[in-house]
């Protein structure tokens, strides 16, 4: 049996547990590392090399797990690096004893982050954790939502290059204007669960996007006013699907009082109640993994990191159906 070091013996014997330690507990639980491995191992053992000479690679699932403390705490390469080492609740999760190893350097994640990129293998993240969470009855496929949200990239031009990210632009929203990119999803309507994920610049209409944010199988989709006239779109008109688009709140707030308006205004309720899961995956995925700025250039990396983000947020969005059902 392998044995403690003292560090590690202190912190076992202490009681109060953290929210910090009680959620690296729950993800422990719901990741589905076995999936997850077996998914990326053909993609990262033949660039790490393995039966060449010199120092092994690291392990897969140590690098995988570090990856996402990096998208839980919104870390970067070396803020993760730092964290690690201050950390026994990021140790034990990874799995590093300092007393006989050291912490894998920034460097070595950010190969590693690049790797995902370059290979899509964050889409292949996404994936796998939506076909587990499909495979246990969680995705219903009949309805689906859609909607976005606007991410901000830095604006400064106080740079190498002297420039704003070319791939992000800016748009206006209510009297202010923002710039960076935007996160197209497409949500389940029973559920709650993102099942596609668009990255877009800031200035492209939520509507253009609509069609792709379709797995196909759904038969009704609701969305807000923004995709008013998608259903005359060329790629979306001849589709079996029943829109349920929001009105605009001044064409409601014009008609004459009566039963119409009495009306209209239930139907709307309605219709929000359905659109309001999209919610909660913004939520997650801006405050409680505090993803509100990209952090990287281009649109191509940013949307490669969604992937990941919005796989981890259904898997945090689930877990309380799946520690009940492994109780």
């Known amino acids: 049996m392998k044995q403690m070091s003292f560090s590690q013996a202190e912190y076992a014997g202490k009681k109060k547990v953290t929210r910090r330690e009680r959620f690296l507990a729950e993800m422990e639980r719901v990741v589905p590392w076995a999936a997850l491995l077996e998914a990326l191992a053909p993609h990262y053992y033949p660039n790490a090399a393995p039966n060449k000479r010199g120092r092994p690679p690291i392990g897969l699932e140590r690098m995988l797990r570090m990856y996402f403390l990096q998208q839980w705490y919104a870390l970067a390469d070396e803020a993760l690096e730092d964290a690690l080492y201050d950390s026994q609740a990021l140790r034990n999760f990874v799995g590093i004893d300092l007393a006989r190893e050291s912490v894998p350097d920034a460097t070595t994640l950010l190969k590693f982050r690049r790797l995902l990129e370059q290979a899509e293998l964050t889409k292949r993240i996404f994936e796998t954790i939506n076909a587990t969470l499909a495979a246990r009855g969680m995705m219903m496929r009949e309805g689906t939502v859609v909607d976005a949200t606007i991410l901000a990239a830095p604006p400064s031009t106080k740079n190498r290059g002297k420039s704003r990210d070319p791939e992000m632009h800016q748009t206006k929203k209510g009297n202010q204007w923002y710039f960076g990119m ?141 520690l009940g059902a492994r109780a």
């Open 182 to 322: 935007k996160a197209h999803i497409g949500v389940d309507a029973e559920s709650g669960l993102v099942h596609t994920v668009v990255g877009t610049a800031a200035n492209e209409a939520d509507v253009t996007q609509a069609g792709q944010l379709l797995h196909g199988e759904e038969q009704m989709v609701f969305a807000d006013a923004g995709y008013i006239g998608v259903e005359k779109r060329e790629e979306l008109k001849d589709k079996p699907i029943t829109w349920h688009v929001a009105e605009k709140r001044g064409r409601i707030k014009a008609m004459p009082e009566g039963e119409l308006k009495e009306w209209v205004v239930a139907r709307e309720r309605l219709k929000a109640q359905v659109r309001s899961v999209v919610e909660h995956p913004f939520h997650v995925v801006k405050n409680l993994f505090g993803y509100r700025k990209v952090r990287y250039k281009g649109l191509a990396k940013n949307t490669a990191q969604l992937f990941t983000l919005f796989g981890l947020a259904n898997l945090v969005f689930a877990k309380r159906q799946l």
